[in-house]
């Protein structure tokens, strides 16, 4: 059974070389068609046909979950940035993903003009266009759109703040993680043996059932951001900074109104929610003196929030891990068996955690015509077997999604 990636299916189809051909030319084929026209912006049936080109070349170079992004990406931008997931500490991959990054952002911005022009759309004309009968398909999708244009800075402004964002925001992330990455200590396991092991490893001694084994590893772990936390106060300091200068350039009230906007939300239901848990603050109070008592502790050190309570000490093997979430998608649905089988049979799953590479889980496609790549960092733990569950779900509706525009 492969527990690593297998990103063959990203080469497929001729070199990177001749991707790259592809990926400009059919990005120079949409802006040649439609950057001096202006037209869709009149004739609900020339957008739809906009639309529908537009949507065929985000289907195989734009981040389809983003309506809102400006970014390009092949096959070639998702391997490396794949290949950067699982080996953080090798130049040679940064630079090439670096590379090929500069290059999808100058095309995503070659192609800017159009949903800016879309954001430009007089109110009048808008309520036009979500009502058009020939324009349906995409009436969410233009929703979305003309509920931004009020934050849109114009194109000149758009490709600055696209340009910036990797300096701004994604090199400080990726110095931190590419740090981390790195690190290694010595702890006492299960068996009572000393082994050397990875941060995602001590994030599973964590919440052993032994307290000397995850009182160690908490020492281990702190050790690790004690090292970095000078030069993570600057990188947070940074970020927070470029954040409160987009959000005043954007005209955002809020820090959190661009996410909202993002995720389809509206902020007067998130504020309810806030308002609901705080107000019941009380309840996680009790909860965690309950489950001090119970482990016979006079009080729970910040670490030990995630430990069990009861007789869970089994390991659980990748290979168990499957048969149980095999089980249980067999009871919801056979499309979903079927699809988590396609992950596994593919070589769609990263397993066990390494030196270098990223912690903690995720699911991720970027674009309709690429494969959904699955990471995990199995420690054989409970909450590694409900952590695959969890990405395998995001998975599924990667799928899914497929059959939509």
């Known amino acids: 059974m492969q527990t690593e990636w297998n990103l ?6 001729g070199g990177f070389e001749e991707k790259r051909k592809e990926w400009k030319d059919a990005t120079n084929i949409f802006v040649q068609k439609w950057k001096a026209r202006k037209d869709y912006l009149e004739d609900p049936r020339v957008l739809k046909e906009a639309l529908d080109d537009y949507e065929k070349w985000s289907g195989f170079y734009g981040p389809s979950t983003d309506e809102f992004s400006s970014s390009s990406a092949s096959d ?22 670096n590379k090929v990054d500069e290059f999808a952002k100058d095309l995503g911005n070659s192609i800017s003009f159009f949903k ?3 954001s430009c759309i007089s109110p009048e004309r808008q309520k036009e266009f979500l009502n058009s009968i020939e324009l349906y398909k995409y009436k969410h999708f ?16 758009e490709k600055i703040m696209d340009l910036k964002d990797s300096s701004s925001y994604s090199y400080w992330e990726k110095m931190i993680f590419g740090f981390l990455s790195k690190e290694e200590r010595e702890v006492t396991n299960e068996e009572g043996s000393i082994i050397k092991v990875t941060m995602e490893d001590l994030l599973g001694l964590l919440a ?15 050790s690790i951001l004690i090292k970095y936390k000078d030069v993570a106060e600057h990188e947070l300091n940074a970020i927070l900074e470029n954040k409160k200068v987009d959000d005043k350039l954007r005209g955002f009230s809020r820090p959190d109104e661009e996410r909202h906007l993002g995720d389809d939300i509206k902020t007067e239901t998130v504020d309810s929610l806030i308002k609901a848990v705080t107000k019941r603050f009380s309840i996680a109070h009790r909860y965690y003196k309950l489950k001090a008592k119970l482990l016979g502790q006079d009080k729970l050190e910040y670490h030990e929030r995630v430990v069990e309570y009861g007789k869970i000490d089994k390991n659980y093997s990748y290979e168990e891990a499957i048969k149980i979430i095999r089980r249980v998608f067999v009871g919801l649905d056979k499309e979903f068996e079927d699809i988590f089988n396609m992950f596994l049979e593919k070589g769609l799953v990263d397993v066990y955690p390494k030196k270098g590479k990223r912690g903690g889980a995720f699911c991720v496609h970027i674009s309709k015509s690429q494969p959904t790549y699955i ?12 952590t695959f569950a969890h990405e395998v779900g995001h998975g599924i509706n990667n799928e899914l999604t497929r059959k939509q525009n």
């Not at 979305?144 to 114009?154: D, N």
């Not at 960092?377 to 409900?386: G, I, P």
């Open 8 to 13: 063959s299916h990203l080469e497929k189809g």
């Open 76 to 97: 070639e931008t998702y391997y490396f940035w794949l290949k950067t997931q699982i080996n953080q500490i090798d130049p040679e991959l940064k630079a090439k993903f």
């Open 116 to 118: 800016i022009n879309l």
């Open 142 to 157: 233009l929703d979305r759109v003309f509920q931004k244009s009020k934050h849109i800075l114009g194109e000149m402004g």
């Open 208 to 222: 052993s059932k032994n307290k000397q084994i995850r009182d160690e590893a908490a020492r281990a772990f702190n």
């Open 375 to 386: 990471m995990l960092n199995h420690t054989q733990k409970l909450k590694d077997v409900t």
